[in-house]
Antibody, heavy 118, light 112 residues
Framework: QVQLVQSGAEVKKPGASVKVSCEAS????????INWVRQAPGQRLEWLGW????????KYSQKFQGRVTITRDASANTVYMELSSLRSEDTAVYYC???????????WGQGTLLTVSS | DTVLTQSALSLPVTPGEPASISCRST???????????LNWYLQKPGQSPQLLIY???NRASGVPDRFSGSGSGTDFTLEITRVEAEDVGVYYC?????????FGQGTKLEIK
């Protein structure tokens, strides 16, 4: 069965960076893009970007351009999302989600809580 | 960016009764292939979102047939024919037509 397993919760100080991983299993890794979405307290879900796990091309939300970096390690069936210059407003649960034939997202990871606090 | 607005933030429903949630988009989600790139998700308490409906009206695998989606262009509706206790949670619409993909603000379905 398809599974996306994310790394554990993180606590960071303002200005620091964080790198969250998402390990995929149960399907052919290169066939489906992986997206990153976050959910801040009281806010709607927000898309950060995606990576084509086969070709490696990437698309970022303009809002996060310059601060977010999405990479993949095909040998480990893992996608990474790094967010830099953290601020308190980045406190959120970060999800990876599998792309479903360009229709949207069908499977989601369990979420990684990032807390940014001094 | 495309903004999605859901009709209500909260929706109290009696078990066995129907429920309906609307989602309005600031831009048409109808693509040239005839499909509407609008999805519905349910986020149950303490869980990740789960796909209910894709391309406006297609039920995802394993989703009960009491859930249905309709609409086209800028106006969409999610309907539940008979609400069950397990349906509680927050319902989100999401557009997948163009990046940045965007979501509605969510509608919390509660049991009366």
């Amino acid at each position: 069965q398809v599974q996306l397993v994310q790394s554990g919760a993180e606590v960071k100080k303002p200005g620091a960076s964080v790198k969250v991983s998402c390990e995929a299993s149960g399907y052919t890794f290169s066939r489906n893009a992986i997206n990153w979405v976050r959910q801040a307290p009281g806010q709607r879900l927000e898309w950060l970007g995606w990576i084509n796990t086969g070709k490696g091309n990437i698309k970022y939300s303009q809002k996060f351009q310059g601060r977010v970096t999405i990479t993949r390690d095909a040998s480990a069936n893992t996608v990474y999302m790094e967010l830099s210059s953290l601020r308190s407003e980045d406190t959120a649960v970060y999800y990876c989600a599998r792309d479903f034939n360009d229709y949207g997202f069908d499977y989601w990871g369990q979420g990684t809580l990032l807390t940014v606090s001094s | 960016d495309t903004v999605l607005t859901q009709s209500a933030l909260s929706l109290p429903v009696t078990p066995g009764e129907p429920a309906s949630i609307s989602c309005r988009s600031t831009q048409s989600l109808l693509y040239t292939n005839g499909y509407n790139y609008l999805n519905w998700y349910l986020q149950k308490p303490g869980q990740s979102p789960q796909l209910l409906i894709y391309l406006g009206s297609n039920r995802a695998s394993g989703v009960p047939d009491r859930f249905s989606g309709s609409g086209s262009g800028t106006d969409f509706t999610l309907e539940i024919t008979r609400v069950e206790a397990e349906d509680v949670g927050v319902y989100y619409c999401m557009q997948a037509l163009q990046t940045p993909y965007t979501f509605g603000q969510g509608t919390k379905l509660e049991i009366k």
